[in-house]
């Protein structure tokens, strides 16, 4: 028997909390000295440990420095930093004076992030570093209503050079001490947080969310999947990503479990072998590139590897289908004790040898790779939800995983399917509203409280719900075939040779792609042109197309036939959030990568 199988959940109840700060402090109350918090010191460069009391002692100084800045219960106040257990004092010290929070994206453009500090009149901004709000001085002027920039690691030389006496260092403008924290606010229907989604398209719109929306759909997650004080998990998503607000942080407090804050993304292979975290909370690219890096090294492996590693995943996955009662027991799965050591655990063990479960959302996992990490013994629980649902509609269970869906509708939630198969929900979940934009609020909620998702979805006899695509993201070929990009553009980065890859042909008569190839992929199309590989000069290289364009077409032979790609476009430097061709959540901005490349796809249809 495992660890936590001794543990005993405890579990604190949405009527018992009322409130996220009331959640806190009845999880202070109930465990004051287990560990709530580790975080790398990169003075001591050592991992620090913060206990339930602890945290409490630092929120209620928050709280005493938050009381003197003339802030009022309702107001706005911003955090735009790393995971950390500051983000969390700054947090819970602001909803206890009844402030309304607004996460904002450390990567975030200062453009964007200025349209949200004005659009929700912030009042009071806290950031990591002075260069973030140096990188604000072209739009500033903008933000009238910000009285106080805190900079968490502003050092008093620093301090001197600023000429805005808004500006203080967090040394300076924490007290020492403080007395207990304060709870103000007792409505679980007050505004909570206002949460900016950076749509593919358009300006972001501000989630309306509060306390209950949150606190009922943590509560409901943490149904589906069953965390205890023995758990730990590390913490690497944006905590202004509301998956990993509410089942990274929220949850995890819910039920008294420990979290690590991952150093960084770069470093996540080593704090996954340091931390050896039992849950994971993920998007599918994490899993992704873990899967491209297992494959680049079975492909310079032997034979022998290749197929024990094969084995391994048909064997493993064939067990996993009989414990689910949707297959029969085989004689093969006796080789399991073997393959397991041979091959699982090896992998098992690159990720900290403690899973025990690991959740997938904001986006599809491939089946392909799901079937892997399944298949070696890591249960990948993928489920869907959107930041106006808070963020969770569904999700698998580990004793009802089916990976091709996203799982049944979690405790309170309704789903039913609308206009053109679209994704209808209702539930308690279900955001207030956008701030200030009453039109785009009518657009998307029914009089009667429906969401529409405007993803297409099927619902099964059994209640499991499968998205089958969006309502926006469909390209309509000027012959009037309709192809769904995202499948196509996932069946080509199963290849390792892609990193990036964008299928367009919106009204043209046959459909190109747009992509940018991983520092192996062009390596190896400049050996085969035996040309140096040199990103640029390679994209005006016929036979690289060529070369590239087969591989496209063997990664999407299962298509229709109207899916062919005709032809291919090399883009030398890779899309990101910092270029703006990225959503912070790490979607296309289609729009704004066929605006940029407007002279690539002109070349690409020439002629036709």
Not at 240 to 251: C, I, K, M, P, W
Request: hydrophobic share 40%; aromatic share 6%; charged share 20%.
């Amino acid at each position: 028997m495992t660890n936590h199988q001794h543990s005993k959940a405890d579990v604190i109840p949405v009527e018992v909390a009322k409130t996220l700060d009331g959640l806190f402090r009845e999880r202070v109350r109930r465990s004051p000295q287990l560990v709530a918090y580790r975080d790398f010191n990169v003075e001591t460069e050592k991992w620090c440990d913060y206990t339930w009391a602890e945290m409490a002692q630092g929120v209620a100084r928050w709280q005493t420095a938050m009381s003197r800045g003339n802030l009022s219960p309702g107001d706005r106040v911003a955090v735009m930093s790393r995971n950390c257990p500051q983000w969390v004092m700054f947090e819970q010290a602001a909803i206890g004076l009844g402030l309304v929070v607004v996460p904002l994206y450390t990567e975030d453009r200062a453009e964007n992030a200025v349209y949200c500090l004005q659009d929700a009149g912030v009042k009071l901004l806290l950031v990591e570093k002075l260069a973030q709000w140096e990188a604000f001085s072209p739009v500033k002027d903008q933000l009238n209503e910000l009285s106080r920039i805190v900079i968490m690691t502003l050092s008093e030389q620093e301090a001197l050079q600023v000429k805005d006496d808004r500006v203080i260092a967090l040394s300076k403008w924490l007290p020492e001490q403080a007395g207990d924290t304060q709870h103000l606010n007792n409505d679980p229907h007050a505004l909570a947080t206002i949460i900016y989604t950076s749509g593919t398209t358009g300006r972001p719109k501000g989630v309306m969310l509060n306390h209950h929306n949150i606190l009922t759909n943590a509560y409901a997650s943490a149904q589906v999947v069953t965390i205890t004080p023995d758990d730990l998990l590390l913490s690497f998503l944006p905590l202004s990503h509301t998956l990993e607000r509410t089942a990274g942080y929220y949850v995890p407090m819910m039920c008294g479990a420990t979290i690590a804050y991952a150093r960084s993304i770069q470093q996540l292979q080593e704090d996954l072998l340091t931390i050896r975290p039992t849950v994971l909370v993920s998007v599918p690219r994490i899993y992704e590139r873990v899967y491209a890096g297992i494959r680049a090294k079975l492909d310079e492996g032997s034979a022998l590897a290749r197929k024990l590693f094969d084995s391994a995943v048909e064997v493993g996955y064939s067990r996993f289908e009989h414990q689910q009662g949707r297959d029969s027991w085989h004689l093969s799965h006796l080789l399991w004790p073997l393959l397991d050591k041979l091959v699982a655990r090896k992998l098992m063990d690159k990720l900290g040898g403690r899973l025990r479960q690991a959740m997938s959302g904001g986006a599809a996992l491939l089946p392909e790779i799901s079937r892997v990490f399944i298949g070696l013994g890591l249960p990948i629980l993928q489920g869907y939800g959107m930041t106006e649902t808070s963020p969770v509609v569904c999700a698998n269970r580990l004793d009802n995983n089916l990976p091709s869906s996203v799982g049944l509708p979690i405790s309170g939630v309704e789903v039913k399917l609308g206009e053109h198969g679209a994704l209808l929900i209702r539930g308690p979940n279900v955001m207030l509203g956008y701030w200030n934009n009453l039109e785009a609020t009518r657009a998307i909620i029914s009089d009667d409280g429906w969401l529409n998702t405007g993803d297409i979805a099927s619902i099964d006899e059994q209640g499991r719900i499968t998205i089958t695509g969006r309502l926006k993201d469909i390209i309509v070929t000027s012959t009037g075939e309709k192809v769904s990009p995202t499948d196509m553009e996932a069946a080509i980065l199963r290849d390792p040779m892609f990193e990036q890859a964008m299928i367009i042909g919106e009204g043209r008569s046959y459909l190109s792609a747009l992509v940018v190839l991983s520092k192996r992929g062009w390596e190896s199309v400049a050996a085969q042109c035996q040309v140096p590989a040199d990103s640029q000069q390679m994209t005006k290289n016929e036979q690289a197309e060529e070369i590239v364009l087969e591989v496209i077409s063997r990664q999407i032979r299962e298509f229709p036939g109207y899916a062919k790609i005709y032809r291919v476009a090399l883009i030398p430097e890779p899309w990101t959030v910092a270029n703006e061709m990225l959503t912070p959540t790490l979607k296309l901005k289609r729009s704004k990568i066929l605006e940029r490349y407007k002279t690539e796809i002109a070349r690409l249809y020439a002629g036709h």
